[in-house]
C-alpha cells in the first residue's frame, strides 16, 4: 500500500510550565482493580524530557485551542508521563470537536487497554476502524522515536492491533485472530507485520487452533531485519525452532524494561502453551514484580496468573 500522507505535529523549542499540567501522576485505578498502580518510575533526565514535550505540545495547544493535531499530541505527551486519565480528556475533547477523525478515538481506545477498561476501548476502536473503511491510510509518527526515527506504523495498523489486543486481553481469542488477519493485511513493514504476527499466533493459540498457527509460522521469516521489534521475532522463533528452555528466569536475566514485559509474556505463554505451568508461573511472577503495569505484556501476564491460580 501506498502511502502518500503523513501526521505531523509541530512541536516549539520555547519552554514554560502551563499551570495545570504536571508530570506528577497520581496512582491510578483501572477497570480491574479497586487498588490504585503505583506511579510510573522514569528516570529524572527521560522525564525532563518528556515534560519539555509536554510543555512544547501545551503551548501549541493554547495557540489553537481546538486543533484536531494540537489536542492529540496534548493527549499522548500527557499519557507518556502516566497521566492517562488527563490524556483521555484531551482525546475526549477532541473527539467532541472532531466527531469525523479517528484518530482521538485510536488514541483513545490505546489508553482505555493501559487502564483496563476493555471493553470501552473495543467500543472506541471499532469507530475508529468504521471511520477509516476505505480510506487511504496515513503513516503515523512516533512519540517515542525509535533509534533510525522511522516510524513503522499507520494509522488504520494502530487501530487494528491495538483493537485486537483489547479483544486478546479480554479473553475473545476468537475476534482477536479476525482483527489481528485486518492488522496483517494493512502492516506495511517487517516490523509491523512481525508484532502483528505475534499476537495473531499467540490468538490462533489460545483460541485451540493449533494446525493454523502452525501453518501461519511458515510464513515468518526469522532473518527479517527489524528496527525496533526485536522481542516480538524472538518469542515467533521460540515456536519456530521448538525451543526448550530449562530455566526461565535465567533465560530473562538479560531483559529489562518493556523488553522484559513483552518478551517475558511471550515466553511465560509459550511455556503454558507447552504444559510447563511452573516455569510459566515463573515467569508471569518476574513480570509482575517489574515496574511496568502500563506494558501490553504487563496486562497479558496479570490475566495468565489470574487464570494459572483458579
Known amino acids: 500500500m501506498k502511502i502518500p500522507a503523513v501526521i505531523i505535529s509541530c512541536f516549539t523549542c520555547c519552554v514554560i510550565l502551563i499551570t495545570g499540567f504536571s508530570s506528577t501522576a497520581l496512582a491510578q485505578q483501572t477497570c480491574a482493580t479497586k487498588g490504585n498502580y503505583p506511579l510510573p518510575e522514569i528516570s529524572e533526565s527521560a522525564k525532563n524530557k518528556l515534560q519539555q514535550a509536554l510543555d512544547a505540545a501545551i503551548i501549541n495547544l493554547n495557540r489553537n485551542p481546538n486543533g484536531l493535531n494540537e489536542l492529540i499530541w496534548a493527549g499522548?505527551?500527557?499519557?507518556?508521563?502516566?497521566?492517562?486519565?488527563?490524556?483521555?480528556?484531551?482525546?475526549s475533547k477532541a473527539i467532541t470537536l472532531h466527531p469525523e477523525s479517528a484518530e482521538p478515538y485510536r488514541h483513545r481506545g490505546h489508553r482505555w487497554i493501559t487502564l483496563r477498561c476493555f471493553d470501552k476501548a473495543i467500543a472506541?476502536?471499532?469507530?475508529?476502524?468504521?471511520?477509516?473503511?476505505?480510506?487511504?491510510?496515513?503513516?503515523?509518527?512516533?512519540?517515542m522515536p525509535n533509534e533510525k526515527n522511522i516510524p513503522t506504523?499507520?494509522?488504520?495498523s494502530?487501530?487494528?492491533?491495538?483493537l485486537g489486543l483489547a479483544y486478546y486481553l479480554k479473553g475473545d481469542y476468537n475476534q482477536a485472530v479476525t482483527v489481528f488477519n485486518s492488522c496483517l493485511g494493512v502492516s506495511t513493514n517487517p516490523d509491523m507485520f512481525i508484532s502483528a504476527a505475534n499476537w495473531?499466533?499467540?490468538?490462533?493459540?489460545?483460541?485451540?487452533?493449533?494446525?493454523?498457527?502452525?501453518?501461519?509460522?511458515?510464513?515468518?521469516?526469522?532473518?527479517?531485519?527489524l528496527i525496533e521489534n526485536h522481542d516480538y521475532l524472538r518469542i515467533l522463533k521460540l515456536y519456530i525452532n521448538k525451543q526448550e528452555i530449562n530455566d526461565p528466569i535465567d533465560f530473562l536475566k538479560n531483559e529489562a524494561g518493556l523488553g522484559a514485559a513483552s518478551y517475558g509474556y511471550g515466553l511465560?505463554?509459550?511455556?503454558?502453551?507447552?504444559?510447563e505451568k511452573d516455569k510459566a508461573n515463573l515467569?508471569?511472577?518476574?513480570?509482575?514484580?517489574?515496574?511496568?503495569?502500563?506494558?501490553?505484556?504487563?496486562?497479558?501476564?496479570?490475566?495468565?496468573?489470574?487464570?494459572?491460580?483458579?
Open 200 to 225: 495473531y499466533n499467540n490468538s490462533l493459540r489460545k483460541a485451540g487452533r493449533i494446525s493454523e498457527a502452525e501453518v501461519f509460522l511458515k510464513k515468518i521469516n526469522p532473518n527479517v531485519e
Open 76 to 91: 499522548r505527551r500527557t499519557a507518556y508521563l502516566g497521566n492517562y486519565y488527563e490524556a483521555i480528556d484531551f482525546f
Open 283 to 310: 515467569v508471569f511472577n518476574h513480570i509482575l514484580n517489574l515496574k511496568q503495569w502500563s506494558a501490553f505484556g504487563y496486562i497479558a501476564a496479570e490475566f495468565e496468573k489470574q487464570n494459572l491460580t483458579h
Open 153 to 156: 506504523s499507520t494509522l488504520q
Open 124 to 143: 472506541d476502536l471499532n469507530i475508529a476502524a468504521g471511520l477509516t473503511k476505505g480510506k487511504t491510510d496515513v503513516i503515523e509518527l512516533d512519540g
Open 268 to 275: 511465560g505463554l509459550y511455556l503454558s502453551l507447552k504444559g
Open 158 to 162: 494502530n487501530i487494528w492491533y491495538h
